[in-house]
């Protein structure tokens, strides 16, 4: 299909590890992302990965990518309330074109 | 280091009445510029795009034009607003040509039309 996918929900505890999951369209995407909105901001970018790449770590960030399923998740060590936000996953499939998923929402209670 | 504007925050139009939203990029130069809307539960729709003045590249047939009068000033317009129209809209620059062309999002304005 043509969209990106992401379950809308997740919840977790203060201290539990998150994991988001998405589903890309384009083999042939280049680049892979992860954005972070808080409540009534813009898009901020937390992390992308380069599509020969398999993981990447950036502090409590891990990204998981495999390109064979098309799959994308955001790992997110020792989740804290800060972390609360939607989660938008994207793929970059032309020069200039990128498509997102609708977001996770990823509510973390104490 | 660079920076993205946008303007007014939030805005409530009444219907068939004009629009003009603004987004300004600063510590670049030749950005390409994007204009997102995002629906409620759903991801972003890039309405428009443009790689340098005067050029705009229109993705998706709609009720609003976008123009580029400045290197980093992209402005997001409509003649007649539609209830359909009410979003959060995003502007983002990324840098032309190069390799990452990562996306950076201004903080969006929220439209509604009444």
């Known amino acids: 299909g043509e969209d990106v996918e992401q379950s809308l929900f997740l919840s977790v505890r203060e201290g539990d590890s998150s994991v988001i999951n998405c589903t890309y369209t384009?083999?042939?995407?280049?680049?892979l992302y992860w954005y972070k909105q808080e409540p009534g901001a813009g898009l901020q970018l937390l992390t992308y990965?380069?599509?020969?790449?398999d993981m990447k770590q950036d502090q409590r960030l891990t990204v998981l990518l495999n390109k064979k399923d098309k799959h994308l998740s955001l790992r997110i060590a020792d989740t804290q309330t800060g972390d609360s936000a939607i989660y938008f996953c994207?793929?970059?499939?032309?020069?200039?074109?990128?498509?997102f998923g609708a977001g996770t929402r990823l509510t973390v209670k104490p | 280091s660079q920076t993205i504007h946008q303007w007014p925050a939030t805005l409530v139009q009444p219907v068939g009445s004009p629009l003009s939203l603004e987004c300004t990029v600063e510590g670049t130069s030749n950005p390409n510029l994007y204009w997102y809307r995002q629906a409620a539960g759903r991801g972003l729709q890039l309405l428009f795009y443009?790689?340098?003045?005067?050029?705009i590249s229109s993705e998706v047939p709609q009720n609003l034009s976008a123009s580029r009068p400045q290197d980093r000033q992209f402005i997001l317009s409509s003649k007649k607003l539609l209830l359909s129209d009410s979003g959060f809209y995003l502007c983002a620059w990324s840098v032309a040509g190069a390799r990452t062309d990562t996306q950076y999002f201004g903080p969006g304005t929220r439209l509604t039309v009444l």
């Open positions: 443009s790689v340098g003045i005067g050029q």
């Open positions: 994207a793929e970059r499939y032309n020069n200039n074109d990128m498509r």
């Open positions: 384009d083999s042939s995407s280049t680049y």
């Open positions: 990965i380069f599509s020969n790449m």
